[in-house]
């Protein structure tokens, strides 16, 4: 973890004494601090720290075009006094770097309150001051994952749900209120990170520098998450908004810049999610694909009335790479079924014990489900599974039966289902069971039971969406019952949609902004850097702990 | 002696030429918002340079930093260096495979005047990354190399 590093290195340094050097920022300010050429770069940016407001651990520094890596001294790149070194602020800080959290099927999710700004009200969303605040909660609830998801999960009437949820914000404040969510809502540089790690949401940002300057600021990003909490403050937030939107359009010019503000955030907004249909790797990567419901949805029905999918889906059992885009269990428009279920669907069968513990992460584990939805293998998952480690987390959240009933009570159709399912609730409420099924050997046993459910499940789809039991019949049995398993697990999402979308990515590619930071922090081995990341899917902060501890397997 | 660059009268000797521009690159002169110096100090030719592009603002490259690499041949500064961006990137006049700044899509390099220094090389290259043809370039993931 680099900010570990900078504070190791701050705390033995002694700039007493040294030279001047002089500082010159990207903004082009600059300004002058004492420091030792005997101090490494580490303690040198602590230092800077208190000259500027750029955190030692953004800081990236530049002198005679090389960029200083934190363990190395001053002097051993030849700084002399009176010399220049240009500092610019970097992004996601090397500590804490979940940049697995793209995978993050929470992501996908267009929450209420995004549902509202950027789908339905696509004007809206754009207004000025406004902005921030109905994307950024949106934003926001996308990374819990877990807890919400649950509420999505493709289920068939989430258009209901949705609209439950927008009518009931006590609902929003509930889920809120989860202690894991708190969490995530505590930490906006997790969030920060699950944009930053997105490519095409870094390209938007990166052409609007205010964007990035929301999500530079913690602050903003912090009252937002607090707005979502309440739904007073939201609903209050939402009519600014909306205010917001009437005053500028009906200033002069006013409209224009709308339109402007259109081209620059909305359509290369719509182009992420175009593009990430287009490219099945960039799939995982991009959990705001399917971010726009309209645009989403539609991509997915196109999809899946497209037979050739579902007949090729139907008769490969080999691993192919997902061209689907990532589902959204809140696309706006009720094609969010079809969407889901094509998804799930077209998993190969071959890959089928993979998205089951995929779907238990989505428990409420949005991490765990991040590292899951990372793997790129069987193997790697099995290993995982089988680390002391994992297995007793999940162990201990799986046999919290509060846990699980506040998760299955929170979700009204979930519940239902239940309901009308006494011995699917026992099993949902059994710890013994859940523990079994983290299991790797009890995966195969899973598949038939989902094979026994599905008759219930069949009948239950059959009658929400008879097409669909046309193109997955025979071929498709176990998928479908596992398909629907993983609906009511709600971690769908990513979890196990990534698994054969990334396996094709070579690891060096796929963890490239990773493996850099790694190198950066010293960790010059690139192979065993490689197999650090892949075995904790992309997350630096754990790969870094790998290769320091170096535990188990 | 007066070194001054400008001067046309005064040929400056390749050695006093590139020491100049070494200095420059150390102490920040100049634009200051490249980054440049020399790879090997004991290198009597003052050959391999390491250049350093901190992206522009209001184009995708914002934020992001690039590391080039300049190859000042014996003939500098009668001929251009060789420029090659070491950090990969998008860019009409840059090779996709190799990264070389091709010198016939690239102004300053095909119309190469002994004025030019590699300063002048790395903003002109700062410039063309916001220029619009370039601008909005999808880029490759940051910390990738050619």
């Known amino acids: 973890m680099g900010g570990d590093g900078v504070a190791d290195d701050a705390s033995e340094s002694n700039p007493a004494g040294g030279v001047t050097v002089h500082v010159r920022c990207s903004n082009g300010s600059k300004f002058s601090v004492q420091g030792s050429l005997e101090s490494t770069v580490g303690s040198f940016k602590a230092v800077l720290a208190q000259s500027c407001d750029i955190p030692a651990e953004q800081q990236r520094l530049i002198y005679k075009g090389r960029i200083l890596k934190d363990d190395q001294t001053l002097l051993s790149y030849g700084l002399e006094a009176d010399h220049t070194v240009h500092l610019v602020r970097g992004f996601a800080p090397a500590a804490s770097t979940n940049t697995a959290g793209a995978t993050n099927p929470g992501g996908p999710n267009a929450t209420p309150s995004s549902a509202r700004g950027v789908g339905l009200n696509e004007g809206g969303a754009l207004g000025g001051s406004g902005f921030g605040a109905s994307l950024f909660p949106g934003l926001g609830i996308n990374s819990l994952g877990g807890g919400d998801s649950l509420f999505g999960a493709g289920l068939p009437e989430f258009e209901q749900v949705q609209q439950q949820l927008t009518q009931n914000p006590n609902m929003m404040g509930e889920i809120m209120n989860m202690p894991v969510v708190q969490n995530l809502m505590n930490n906006p540089e997790i969030m920060r990170n699950l944009i930053m790690s997105n490519p095409q949401m870094r390209e938007i940002i990166d052409r609007n520098p205010e964007l990035a300057h929301i999500l530079n600021d913690p602050s903003t990003l912090r009252q937002t998450l607090e707005a979502a909490r309440n739904p007073e403050l939201m609903r209050e937030m939402m009519r600014n908004t909306d205010r917001a939107m009437s005053n500028i359009e009906s200033s002069p010019e006013g409209f224009n810049m709308l339109r402007r503000m259109y081209e620059t955030v909305q359509e290369p907004f719509l182009n992420a999610t175009t593009m990430a249909g287009d490219t099945g790797n960039n799939l995982g990567s991009n959990p705001f694909a399917a971010l726009l419901g309209t645009q989403g949805g539609a991509q997915a029905q196109d999809q899946s009335t497209n037979p050739s999918v579902t007949g090729s889906e139907t008769t490969t059992g080999s691993p192919v790479p997902n061209a689907n885009p990532l589902p959204n269990p809140w696309t706006s428009a009720g094609s969010g079924g079809a969407q889901t279920n094509t998804t799930t669907r077209s998993n190969p069968v071959g890959d089928a014990r993979q998205p089951a513990p995929a779907g238990l992460g989505g428990l409420g584990l949005p991490e765990f489900e991040r590292m899951l939805g990372g793997m790129p293998d069987t193997n790697s998952l099995n290993q995982i599974m089988q680390n002391p480690a994992i297995s007793q987390m999940m162990q201990s959240v799986l046999s919290n039966p509060q846990y699980m009933n506040q998760i299955l009570g929170l979700n009204p159709q979930l519940r239902s289902m239940l309901d009308s399912n006494s011995q699917l609730r026992e099993m949902m409420q059994n710890p013994e069971f859940l523990r079994q099924l983290t299991s790797p050997e009890t995966m195969q046993q899973l598949m038939t039971l989902q094979q026994s459910l599905l008759s219930q499940f069949g009948r239950q789809q059959g009658s929400q969406e008879p097409g669909q039991i046309g193109g997955g019949t025979a071929g498709t049995r176990n998928t479908m019952g596992l398909e629907m398993l993983m609906n009511m697990f709600g971690g769908l999402g990513a979890g196990g949609l990534t698994v054969p979308s990334r396996s094709d990515v070579p690891p060096e590619q796929l963890y490239a902004t990773q493996l850099s930071q790694l190198q950066e922090m010293g960790f010059f081995d690139t192979q065993e850097n490689i197999r650090a990341l892949t075995a904790t899917a992309g997350n630096v902060h754990a790969a870094v702990e790998r290769l320091l501890g170096n535990p188990g397997q | ?146």
Request: aromatic share 8%.
């Open chain 2, 1 to 146: 002696m007066t070194l001054g660059s400008g001067g046309s009268s005064v040929v400056v000797p390749r050695n006093f030429r590139l020491l100049e521009e070494l200095e420059r690159g150390e102490k920040g002169i100049g634009d200051g918002t490249v980054s440049y110096g020399m790879d090997d100090g004991d290198d009597i030719y003052m050959r391999s340079w390491t250049g350093t592009i901190i992206g522009p603002h209001n184009s995708v490259h914002e934020g992001r930093i690039y590391q080039l690499k300049l190859f000042c041949d014996k003939d500098y500064p009668e001929k251009p260096p060789s420029v090659r961006f070491h950090s990969r990137v998008n860019m009409t006049c840059v090779n996709h495979e190799t990264g070389v700044v091709e010198p016939k899509k690239f102004g300053i390099l095909a119309n190469w005047q002994r004025e030019y220094t590699m300063e002048d090389i790395l903003t002109q290259l700062k410039k063309e990354m916001a220029a619009p043809h370039n601008r909005k370039l999808v880029q490759p993931p940051e910390g990738t190399y050619f």
